[in-house]
């Protein structure tokens, strides 16, 4: 005889189509909170450009480099440039300034929620940091001439075409599964606390 309190699996699949209902509800409360909680969160596009440091001589210290060109004043000279209300604060807040290992290369990854305006700003900022470069070099060299060479932009952003992150239809799926799984914890649940089935299952007992 099965023992008291413990359920086959068969049992539970049973008891599962008995409070269908319970599973049904709670399974489309869990895929309608994901749903509104993924449109609640703003999306956001990721711009990248890339900006290749050049240095006459010794090679540039570029764990320096990328402190640079995240620093206040080149914020503010990107700002200064773009076309579109953002402040120093908001622009250094949205980007990423990176260097693959290795490398001359500094990538300038911004995001925010117009796609047309992440890529502006990826470039602004890119290009500031430039010219930052390059009037640092003057000074340090001494030098006068337009034609200093901080590096270049070798790679410009481009508006991106889809927002970056999980998408709402994401967030819908997973807050559905998590439903149906919470749903079916709470059938068993159930089931257990119902005195109707809890004399339904003494009476068996007694009488089988």
């Known amino acids: ?89 908001e622009l250094q807040d949205a ?29 602004a900022f890119a290009n500031a940091y430039l010219e930052s470069r390059a009037e640092l070099l003057r000074e340090t060299t001494g030098s006068e001439a337009e034609d200093v060479i901080p590096g270049f932009l070798v790679d410009p952003a481009d508006a991106p075409s889809a927002p970056s992150g999980v998408s709402q239809g994401l967030y819908t799926v997973g807050g559905l599964a998590l439903g149906l799984l919470l749903g079916i914890v709470l059938a068993l649940i159930v089931d257990r606390v119902d005195p109707r089935i809890r004399r339904a299952r003494r009476m068996q007992q007694l009488f089988y």
């Open 95 to 123: 980007t990423t300034v990176g260097n693959p290992q290795g490398s001359f290369l500094l990538t300038f990854e911004v995001r925010l929620g117009d796609p047309q305006e992440a890529a502006l700003a990826a470039n």
């Open 1 to 89: 005889m099965e023992r008291r309190g413990t359920q086959t699996l068969g049992g539970i699949a049973a008891t599962v189509l008995e409070r269908w209902l319970v599973v049904v509800v709670t399974a489309l409360i869990g895929a309608s909170v994901a749903y509104w909680v993924g449109g609640s969160i703003a999306a956001s596009y990721s711009a990248t450009s890339v900006a290749q440091v050049f240095s006459e001589g010794r090679p540039a210290d570029m764990s320096t480099e990328q402190l640079i060109a995240g620093s206040d004043s080149v914020a503010d000279n990107a700002v200064s440039t773009l076309r579109f209300p953002i402040t120093a604060s």
